[in-house]
């Protein structure tokens, strides 16, 4: 089969490579109809995760039709056309019942990106996310293994077309679990930190939750243009404007009921940390989380769903403290969104869709990536069909 492989840090190429065959009773093979580069992807693109390998195979945002499964699936058959959630978990762990499916312990032999050096239980694998979440290949191919299969795929009515519910796979969960978590209701007042496709999503969920304000806060102006124009955000482009001031003097000198850190490590730093970064001597940028802290008010809340890794010296844990802010974090827990998500989706409420710019074969993946990572021709959120 055909699929988009890892070789390096800037270098992706769409290859030949075996075809995937089922390998635990519940496994099931997808063909793929539709799959997504995620800015996610980009983190492994640019070389800053480790644990990839020459020949990984990536992509974690897929959906697709049953070709074969396993004799222990019961919950699909072939011929299901279904999304598969990003996160791999076995549904019956300790954390699986709780329903924290993205810390499940039986899916990753790895830690992830904990420095943490006692002995923790592991979080769950990932698709296509390096060797650190499994080194479990990605669906940005024409075929892929789904492990956990009677747990993760979602099955999908025939009224809706795959760019309606392709999302599902992570960025429109992950955006809603960022507005959930950060206590968004009705009246809300809101800023989002990165303008990026979970961002937007953010922005289509506290909207529909009823968030009376919402700051959409990056530099690239198309993104907040399409954020004013499609969510009715007030943009604030931090280049321009110190974006965290601008927050607390628009609200009454006391900041917003909650936060959204939707940039995550790659955040753009100081030329400090960005040397300090460079050294190793910094795990990640805290740029944006300051801001984000900076911006909430006292009592309110500051969700991450962007990425993180390593020390962040700059992290303010004082600010935190004095103006009692909680803090939220963590990988999706995808599995428990998505049949509430669908439904939204279904009845008109969500149109995870719009965010789309550009629709490209399989075999122009590279150049989706370079696109993306480069900004170029006001992209903003690519489709791949092989």
Partial sequence: MRALVYHSAHDVKVDTVPDPIIQEPDDIILKITATAICGSDLHLYRGKVPGMKEGDIMGHEFMGIVVDAGPGVTALRKGDRVVVPFVIACGSCFFCDRHLYSACETTNPDRGAIMNKKDLRPGAALFGFSHLYGGVPGGQ????????ANVGPIKIPDTLVDEKVLFLSDILPTGYQAVLNAGVTSGSTV??????????????????????????????????????????????????????????????????????????????????????????????????LRQCIAAVRRGGTVSVPGVYSGFIHGFLFGDIFEKGIGVRAGQTHVQKHMPELLRFIDEGKLHPDVIISHRLQLEQAADGYRMFDKKEDNCRKIVLRP
């Fill in 141 to 148: 191919a024409e075929y892929v293994r789904v492990p956990k």
């Fill in 191 to 288: 800023a989002i930190f990165g303008a990026g496709p979970v961002g937007q999503m953010a922005a289509a969920c506290a909207r529909m939750l009823g968030a009376e304000r919402i700051f959409m806060v990056d530099h690239h102006p198309y993104r907040l243009e399409f954020a004013r124009a499609t969510y009715g955000v007030i943009p604030l482009n931090f280049d321009e404007v110190d974006a965290a001031e601008a927050i607390i003097e628009a609200t009454s000198f006391r900041g917003v009921d909650a936060v959204i850190d939707a940039v995550g490590f790659e955040a753009k730093g100081s030329a400090l940390e960005t040397a300090l970064t460079s050294l190793k001597l910094e795990g990640s940028s805290g740029s944006a």
